[in-house]
């Protein structure tokens, strides 16, 4: 059984810092397609980074490319995502997911219903 834990969620000023884990289980983070997506208070949910993980293919939206850090640690079966310079439109929750299959980076970000294993969420919350 798979699963994914996210974690480090909270609520932070704006210009902060903050480092989201998943932790996960049953899935080895060397195989498939790994990434993190969030959701914003009445908005749809969005790709915010994402690996293929035999390539190291790396995506990220253009809205948090420079200031967020997609990672992972494969013998601690987790994966982060550090999150800098932090903006009020950083808020929302953020999730975890995993695909067994191989996608590219930006197709798996941009076509979140392949990712086959979820996370519950971590609320992010950027204010003042």
């Known amino acids: 059984q798979v699963q994914l834990v996210e974690s480090g969620g909270g609520l932070v000023q704006p210009g902060g810092s903050l480092r989201l884990a998943c932790a996960t289980s049953g899935f080895t983070l060397d195989a498939g397609t790994i990434g993190w997506f969030r959701q914003a208070p009445g908005k749809e949910r969005e790709g915010v980074s994402c690996?293929?993980?035999?390539?190291?293919?790396?995506y990220y939206a253009d809205s948090v490319k420079g200031r967020f850090t997609i990672s992972r640690d494969n013998a601690k079966n987790t994966m982060y995502l550090q999150m800098n310079s932090l903006k009020p439109e950083d808020t929302g929750f953020y999730y975890c997911a995993a695909a067994v299959a191989l996608y590219t980076a930006r197709y798996a970000c941009y076509n979140s219903n392949v990712m086959d294993y979820w996370g519950k969420g971590t609320l992010v919350t950027v204010s003042s």
């Open positions: 690996i293929s993980t035999r390539t190291g293919n790396t």
